[in-house]
């Protein structure tokens, strides 16, 4: 059985990084924070390892990644056009698990290229399984769904606490998977714990599946006697607006296309299509043991919408 110990943690100062590298540190890995010399450095970590690298670099990396047993990409999405390089200084470096830049949405559903925002991701993907396929290394994909928590705070989630709205995309009744953003750390942890379990697929994990109908109900009992407004939004002509608007900024050279404006509509599209194409309820392939009740939701909304 592989035993993974060392464990190198790409875009570690993003949201989901932090998250992960903290978990990581928990469950007593030692851990390597690998940054490039453009990025922000976050306060030092004590308990971390630091090293610089060049995503350009195939040599650098592979410094980075000496006597790594596993590495994990945490990254921006656009980051993930480096995958080729990553893999080679892998695997000249003898790391035997990689954890893809996943985290997110079921980017291996077979309808997702359709969506435009996965292309970098799927890229890497391809090349990945390449690798995988000669059995140099092996490699895990994390799908937790959208973060509600981190979404909320941040008023990018349905639910909008200081407008007071709720957004019900088209009829309100498709179902979601969505976790908390800790699952990431928790379930990466999980991963490097039993690679064996987890090699060379995608793994499902979500602490709940609901409509936004659903969660319009908890929300209301749980800030009850406050009042919300129901913005309904139709999703007649909303894809092919978000495609025209990607034409848009393709043609005029966009390059930011996380923060553009099409790349959440097309985002939204995929998780309320309302014969859930893109697998935005993968409960039925959810890992078993995560999932949590309706009454824990109820009491972390609560605490969510109260904070400032």
């Keep these: ?150 979404g909320i705070n941040r008023g990018i989630f349905w639910i909008n606490k200081k407008a007071h709205t709720i957004m019900v995309f088209g009829s309100g009744d498709q179902r979601v998977s969505i976790s908390s953003i800790a699952i990431c750390g928790k379930a990466t942890v999980a991963v490097l714990q039993d690679i064996t379990r987890f090699k060379n697929r995608p793994a499902y994990f979500a602490e709940y599946t609901v409509s936004t109908n659903e969660l319009e109900s908890v929300v209301k009992e749980a800030t009850s006697p406050q009042s919300w407004e129901v913005v309904r939004v139709p999703l007649s002509g909303f894809f092919e607006k978000a495609l025209q608007m990607w034409e848009e900024d393709t043609k005029n050279g966009v390059v930011d296309r996380l923060n553009s404006a099409a790349y959440p509509m097309l985002g939204t599209y995929a998780l309320f299509h309302e014969g859930n194409r893109y697998g935005a309820d993968f409960s039925e392939r959810a890992e078993p043991g995560w999932t949590k009740s309706t009454d824990i939701l109820k009491e972390e909304l609560k605490a969510i919408l109260a904070a400032p």
């Design 1 to 150: 059985m592989t035993t993974i110990k060392n464990v190198a943690v790409l875009g570690a100062s993003g949201s989901t990084g932090a998250v992960i590298v903290q978990a990581l540190i928990d469950a007593s890995f030692i851990v390597t924070i690998v940054r490039r010399p453009s990025s922000s450095p976050t306060s030092p970590i004590k308990s971390a390892h630091y090293r610089i690298t060049d995503y350009d670099s195939v040599s650098s990396l592979e410094a980075a990644f000496k006597d790594q047993d596993a590495v994990v990409e945490s990254f921006n999405p656009a980051a993930a056009a480096s995958q080729k390089n990553i893999l080679a200084a892998a695997v000249a470096a003898g790391v035997k698990h990689i954890v893809t830049p996943d985290f997110s949405s079921d980017t291996f559903n077979p309808h997702a290229a359709e969506l435009l925002i996965f292309e970098p991701k799927l890229k890497a993907q391809k090349e990945l399984e390449a690798v995988a396929a000669e059995g140099k290394l092996t490699w895990t994909a994390i799908i937790p769904g959208g973060f509600y928590d981190w």
